[in-house]
């Protein structure tokens, strides 16, 4: 499974930006598609989750309410929408996903969860 992740770019804090990551290659049995993010200095941290069957979606506390992850219709693919945007949001971006269900023994938001990433992209918030 390959995945390709864009959209990144240097927006000021209260703004937005769209990021957007489409999987190939083998992914008849991939689970879903999901966002982490690494901050400078600091552990890669899940911000959400969209499972392909149930249609669920999954987001970390500090983002719910400000991003949305949805599915592009018909693509093995989804856009992660980030509005109010906050100078602790400036990471890079990566996607990730993974063969099957998540294991029961890790979170959904485990990166132990997912073998296969994307390449990531830079999301810079200015105060």
């Known amino acids: 499974v390959q995945l390709q992740a864009s959209g990144g770019g240097l927006v000021q804090a209260g703004g937005s930006l769209r990021l957007y990551c489409a999987a190939s290659?083998?992914?008849?049995?991939?689970?879903?598609l999901a966002w982490f993010r690494q901050a400078p200095g600091k552990e890669r941290e899940f911000v959400a989750l969209?499972?392909?069957?149930?249609?669920?979606?999954y987001y970390s506390d500090s983002v719910k309410g400000r991003f949305t992850i949805s599915r592009d219709n018909g693509k093995i693919a989804v856009s992660l929408q980030m509005n109010s945007l906050k100078p602790e949001d400036t990471a890079v971006y990566f996607c990730?996903?993974?063969?099957?269900?998540?294991?029961?023994?890790?979170?959904?938001?485990?990166?132990?969860?997912?073998?296969?990433w994307g390449q990531g992209t830079q999301v810079t918030v200015s105060s």
């Open positions: 990730a996903t993974r063969e099957g269900r998540p294991l029961d023994a890790l979170g959904r938001d485990s990166v132990h969860q997912y073998p296969y």
């Open positions: 290659g083998r992914t008849r049995n991939t689970y879903g």
């Open positions: 969209f499972a392909w069957s149930s249609r669920s979606t």
